[in-house]
């Protein structure tokens, strides 16, 4: 018998899950506010250069600290 394996968006989101019960129990932040801005900003980045066809450069934001 194989044992199934599990593809690397499923382990991402069950290392989310296991992070979010983590922070249940204990207010261990995994993922803050600038943390997910600064992905969301890069996204944004990465969805210009698509469309442009030109490269794009990205600076630091005032949330990177």
């Known amino acids: 018998m194989t044992s199934a394996r599990l593809s ?3 382990i991402a989101i069950a290392t989310c899950l296991e992070s979010m019960a983590r922070y249940l129990d204990t207010g261990e ?3 803050d506010l600038a943390e997910a801005s600064q992905d969301h900003y890069l ?3 990465i969805d210009q250069a ?3 066809g030109n490269p794009v450069e990205s600076s630091n934001q005032i ?3």
Do not use: M, P, Q
Request: proline share 0%; hydrophobic share 35%.
């Open 43 to 45: 996204s944004i980045l």
């Open 50 to 52: 698509a469309k442009t």
């Open 29 to 31: 932040s995994f993922y």
């Open 8 to 10: 690397d968006d499923e």
């Open 63 to 65: 949330w990177r600290g």
